[in-house]
């Protein structure tokens, strides 16, 4: 089967599972546990979260994903592959009705990509940006694939669900992406130990930042911890606090309906004004009118 049609029968099945479950937000589960559908009929607002290690195969329609300082822009036919828990911003660029962005997203599982690396004897695995885009590779869509037609087979998925997850994941190690994905299963390596920290500071983002606490959690000096969690994040453990806040405090103001100010103090920030201006840089436009600008949105398509 050509890529084209790999694609085409993807988008098949993901669409008629998007339109059977007709969710109230554009992320679908799909029973399959890590497995889900996005699907979004137009430009979207603003999707910011710290994202898991995934692999995302777009299969129509394009998006753009921020993390860091780095602006990744694909589309139909790519791969997104995140190999650490980094703060991303996201957003839909391109979707219609009759032409939906849809993607189809599955987290990655270090447990069986240690197993796979081991039987497969591949070597030590290399520091890499966590963030990268690529043409989908054709036994990588195929392997989506026959995940994805289990979704109209209830009665296999006991049996076979488990083989088409590994068999995914062994078609992205022996691929283009296997020296990044491999250092997620690596045993108590530096991605592990920095999973470790990414952990405390996702429950503790509010809290003041002691390094000294995140690199005896890691079980490294300060300044190799340092050293190693930028390798895996591409960011400083500051700066990924800081997205950590901002991210939390725009959902606080959106989704709970609090002011700026009230948001700024709830996710560990002592200056309004200096919460205002970090908060710019980060998303182009200032708290309120952001929260504002989506509650209009929202308000305009019940209409």
């Not at 049609?5 to 479950?21: C, G, P």
């Not at 195929?142 to 076979?160: C, G, H, I, K, T």
């Not at 000096?221 to 991210?247: D, G, N």
């Not at 959106?254 to 920030?269: K, P």
Request: net charge neutral; aromatic share 6%.
């Amino acid at each position: 089967m050509t890529d084209t049609n790999l694609r085409s029968s993807l988008l098949e099945v993901a669409l008629s599972h998007a339109q059977k479950d007709a969710p109230s937000s554009n992320q679908i589960g799909t029973g399959i546990p890590g497995l889900s559908i996005v699907c979004g009929t137009a430009p979207g607002d603003l999707d910011c979260a710290v994202s898991r290690p995934l692999a995302c195969l777009v299969l129509q329609g394009g998006k753009q994903v921020t993390m860091g300082t780095r602006t990744f822009v694909f589309g139909a036919g790519d791969t997104l592959l995140i190999t650490a828990d980094v703060p991303t911003v996201s957003q839909i660029i391109g979707a219609s009705e009759t032409e939906p962005y849809v993607s189809v997203v599955l987290e990655l599982e270090p447990a069986v990509i240690a197993e796979l690396s081991l039987q497969m004897h591949q070597q030590t695995p290399v520091s890499a940006p966590p963030v990268r885009v690529d043409p989908t590779e054709t036994d990588v869509a195929d392997a989506a694939l026959r995940l994805m037609q289990l979704l109209d087979r209830p009665a296999s998925r006991p049996v076979l669900q488990a083989q088409r997850i590994r068999e995914f994941h062994y078609w992205l190690l022996a691929g283009k992406h296997g020296p990044e994905i491999r250092r997620l299963g690596w045993p108590d390596g530096h991605s592990q130990r920095v999973a470790r920290t990414v952990a405390v500071l996702r429950a503790d983002y509010a809290k003041p930042l002691r390094v000294e606490q995140l690199a005896a959690v890691a079980g490294m000096s300060p300044s190799s911890f340092h050293q190693h969690f930028r390798a895996v994040t591409s960011l400083s453990p500051l700066q990924f606090q800081k997205q950590m806040r901002l991210i939390e405090a725009r959902r606080l103001m959106i989704s709970e309906g609090l002011t700026a100010s009230s948001a700024a103090f709830a996710v560990g920030y002592e200056s309004a004004s200096h919460f205002n201006r970090e908060y710019g840089r980060l998303f182009g436009v200032p708290p309120a009118r952001d929260a504002e600008m989506v509650r209009q949105r929202a308000d305009d398509a019940m209409v």
